[in-house]
Structures are given as structure tokens and as C-alpha cells.
């Protein structure tokens, strides 16, 4: 992992300032939430959180080397319990950090960043920067025997992109089965309704019916690939938006 972890920090000749470019992961959900589109060039603000890094953790295209300095937040209610609410301060950017020691001052940290839509500490301020670069993120599933759906290990890759987009929606192919009990059900009901005499022979008949036992014929060891989220490289303003 050594090799893809990388630190975009940038100085600019002849200047004091210092600019740096985040790789800052999107999820899908927050994106298909308001069915935003990026695009290269945006202007973009967000609560950033870090998270350090593991063997477990984040996909080696996301880790990066984060220099700046932390300072305690205080205890909230979205902390994660026995952890260190942390206020990451970095050129042009702050990020939110669960730390597991409570570290204070300049720190170095490998990890990964993603942006929070859901909560963050009162006046935690917000990161601002400009789209300097933007991945798709896809992700391979496999069905297990248990029937249900399991993340495939090294099964991310990515698609280089201008501007995102939101793949079409799959439909899943009928079910005979089902299609034949909900036909029975609803001549049932018909019928029930003629007999009893509020329909006559003919009338036109309503019926909501709700599927029961819906079958799964995907055969356990398919693979399914789903866009999971996206990889935005994050100008911070700290070098000003163009």
C-alpha cells in the first residue's frame, strides 16, 4: 500500500501560500440523495471527516498523507464512544477526526477522507474547494450461499469522468411464479366481488395486491458490479477558486 499513498501538497513558487488537493471520497447515497451531478470545475463545500488507515479500511486509490494540526473538540453526541472528538486544521481545509489517543498539535496521519452530509459538532466549520479531478467508483458484489450479497476484497476499480452521472436503473425480470399467484389472487377476488353482487359479470374490477415469497433466482457466486461512491480530487480555497 506504501506505494499509492500519496500527499498532494503543493507549494507555489515565489508565494507563501500553500494549496492542497484532497482526495475526498463521495458516496453514492449522498449524490442519488438530491440527484447531484459534479463536474470538473465546481465549486464545492462540505464537513469533511478522516479516518486513518488500515488493512481493513479504505481502497489504496483513497489513502493519503495528511499534515496539519489537531485540537480537541469537545464531547458530542455523533462521537464515536471511547474515541477523541478531533478538529483536523489544514491548508484551507478542516476535517473531523475520531482519534484513539488524544493527540493534540501537529500531526502526520495516513488515512482517508469523505465528505459528511449527516451531522458534525455546532460551528464546525465547513472545507470549500474547487474539482480538480473526478472518479467513479465501482464496486464488485458476489452472492453468497447464504442468499445474500457480500463485498468483494479488491473488487473497486475506477472510471476517470469530466462529470458524473447516475447509471440506469436495472429491472429485475418478472417472476413467472409470482405473476401466476397474483393473477389467480386477483380473479379470487373478482369473483368474490360478482358473487357477493357488487360487480356485475363484465364490470371493470381494481385490485391492490401485495407479492408475497418473492423468489431470488440469482445463483449463489454471481457477481454484480454497483457504482459505490466517487473519488473527487479537492482544490481547498486556500490557493483561490478559478
Not at 359479470?201 to 385490485?207: E, K
Amino acid at each position: 500500500m506504501t506505494a499509492d499513498i500519496h500527499a498532494h501538497l503543493i507549494v507555489l513558487a515565489g508565494c507563501e501560500d500553500v494549496r492542497v488537493i484532497l482526495t475526498v471520497r463521495v458516496p453514492a447515497w449522498e449524490l442519488e440523495e438530491n440527484r447531484r451531478i459534479l463536474a470538473v470545475g465546481d465549486e464545492v463545500s462540505s464537513w469533511l471527516t478522516f479516518q486513518e488507515a488500515d488493512e481493513d479500511s479504505a481502497p489504496a486509490k483513497e489513502v493519503q498523507v495528511i499534515r496539519g494540526a489537531a485540537r480537541r473538540v469537545p464531547t458530542w453526541p455523533g462521537g464515536v464512544r471511547g474515541q477523541h472528538p478531533r478538529q483536523i486544521d489544514l491548508a484551507g481545509a478542516t476535517l473531523y477526526w475520531d482519534a484513539l489517543e488524544p493527540v493534540t498539535g501537529a500531526v502526520e496521519l495516513v488515512g482517508s477522507v469523505c465528505t459528511n452530509s449527516l451531522d458534525a459538532p455546532d460551528g464546525f466549520p465547513e472545507t470549500t474547494g474547487a474539482v480538480r479531478r473526478l472518479r467513479m467508483e465501482w464496486q464488485d458484489y458476489i452472492m453468497g450461499e447464504d442468499k445474500s450479497w457480500h463485498v468483494v476484497r479488491d473488487g473497486v476499480r475506477y472510471e476517470e469522468v469530466s462529470e458524473t452521472y447516475f447509471p440506469p436503473a436495472e429491472t429485475a425480470a418478472p417472476d413467472e411464479e409470482v405473476e401466476a399467484d397474483l393473477a389467480r389472487r386477483a380473479r379470487e377476488s373478482y369473483d368474490a366481488e360478482v358473487a357477493s353482487g357488487r360487480l356485475k359479470p363484465g364490470d371493470l374490477f381494481t385490485v391492490v395486491l401485495a407479492s408475497h415469497g418473492l423468489k431470488t433466482k440469482i445463483a449463489p457466486g454471481t457477481t454484480e458490479t454497483r457504482w459505490t461512491g466517487v473519488l473527487v480530487d479537492l482544490e481547498t480555497a486556500a490557493s483561490g477558486l478559478v
